[in-house]
């Protein structure tokens, strides 16, 4: 915490955003400490101590719907955040058999990631989003090839296709490629997020699956798509309010500006 100030100014702004007040120094240590637990916790699972995995209601629609997705051979597009433990699900999806291709972008940190990937074998590669030019080229490939995308939809970074939802009280612009992708290969798109309940478990909580309706035009399919996306949104807020301190994204919000 004390090393990384620019993280830590990120912190506490979307902090003293949630909160509506300034945040204490004790509530940005507890992100950063959390932040910390989520590491240790991916560190653990690429040597092969993979957690536990429930749904918060196991018999609720969505849920069921999302795991006879995942355990189907229909490639899907996974989306999620940079909330609590969310960016294991892609690797627990890989653990299931499904072959997965994570959108990531090439840090200098990403050693782990590596670590993960290697600990899935075939079922699990890297897309690296950091050379934009050929990246559609890329997700095809991996699409035609059977596999499933897991994206995450918080930072605008390199997006051509964004959309502005209230977050937090604010307009906010996210990206809204994930569905643009849905329209271009047919594919169902489903939102995921998973919380650590301190007991070497994630709660898993899942969407309603989006799918392209054929005999609808394409503006027609983007209107359901915003709907949708509108509702994984309020659902993401609602969770972050309760668990402020699991929001690692530690990037400004791009916030819209009329």
């Known amino acids: 915490m004390a090393a990384m100030s620019y993280q830590r100014r990120q912190s506490r702004a979307f902090l003293s955003l949630v909160h509506g007040r300034p945040a204490s120094t004790i509530e940005v240590w507890r992100n950063f400490y959390a932040f910390l637990a989520f590491l240790m916790a991916r560190l653990r699972c690429s040597r092969g101590v993979h957690p536990a995995h429930r749904f918060r209601n196991p018999h609720d629609d969505a849920a069921m719907a999302f795991d006879a997705l995942r355990h189907s051979s229909e490639s899907a597009l996974f989306g999620t955040f940079h909330f609590g433990y969310s960016d294991l699900l892609g690797f627990m999806l890989a653990g299931g058999g499904r072959r997965v291709a994570m959108i ?93 309940d301190g007991h070497d478990t994630l709660e898993v909580l899942a969407s309603p699956i989006f799918r392209i309706q054929p005999q609808l035009d394409r503006s027609a399919n983007l209107a359901r798509a915003e709907a949708h996306f509108r509702e994984v949104v309020q659902a993401l807020e609602t969770e972050v309010r309760q668990r402020p301190q699991l929001w690692f994204n530690f990037e400004p919000l791009a916030s819209h500006v009329r």
């Open 104 to 196: 990531r972008r090439r840090i200098g940190n990403s050693d782990d990631v590596r670590w993960l990937a290697s600990e899935f074998g075939a079922t699990l590669s890297m897309v690296w989003s950091n050379e934009p030019a050929d990246l559609p080229l890329r997700l095809k490939a991996a699409l035609d090839a059977g596999q499933s995308l897991a994206i995450q939809c918080d930072r605008v970074e390199g997006s051509a296709r964004t959309i502005v939802i209230p977050f937090l009280g604010r307009p906010h612009v996210f990206p809204f490629a994930i569905y643009h992708l849905a329209l271009l290969f047919q594919r169902p798109v489903v939102f995921c997020m998973a919380i650590p």
